[in-house]
């Protein structure tokens, strides 16, 4: 979705982003099925809304998440650097006397992926979740200076 103009309603992703591994669907509200072969298992997943910011200090995601505990969200770094959200939203029991006008929470898998850039120290990555907010840190690595030394001219 980092390449899509923010007139499609994301305001912060104008540009590309090589990290990502975001898919944007462009069928996703429509009623009929996606094109994208994307299961009932996973449509979820266009509703988990992630923000990726990078500090001096670390690369930061934070997730909405909103009525989902942390036992139900799993946090995994695949080794070729890749960060993996994956849960799963479940679906509301139903009564027999109750009668849905309108339905728009989305139940099922979600998944989401990122592929972290070289400077993550990727034993040192941090989770928590507050608030329906999954916040994950991930530290990067000090930019070493080069080590200049001076080489007297003679002559």
């Known amino acids: 979705m980092s ?15 090589p990290f990502s591994l975001d898919v944007w669907d462009p069928f996703k509200d429509f009623p009929l099925s996606s094109p994208s072969g994307l299961s009932n298992e996973t449509s979820a997943l266009v509703n988990t809304r992630v923000d990726w910011k990078e500090t001096p200090e670390a690369h930061v995601f934070k997730a909405d998440l909103p009525g989902i505990k942390k036992e139900e969200v799993k946090v995994e770094v695949e080794d070729d650097r890749v960060l993996q959200i994956t849960g799963e939203r479940n679906v509301e029991k139903e009564d027999k006397n109750d009668t849905w006008h309108h339905v728009e929470r989305r139940s099922g898998k979600f998944t989401r992926r990122f592929r972290l850039p070289e400077n993550a120290k990727m034993d040192q990555i941090k989770a928590g979740m507050e608030n329906g907010v999954l916040t ?3 530290p990067k690595e000090e930019v070493k200076k080069p080590d200049v030394k001076s080489i007297e001219i003679s002559g």
């Open 3 to 17: 390449i899509i103009p923010s007139f499609f309603g994301n305001r912060r992703n104008t540009i590309f982003d």
């Open 136 to 138: 994950i840190t991930v």
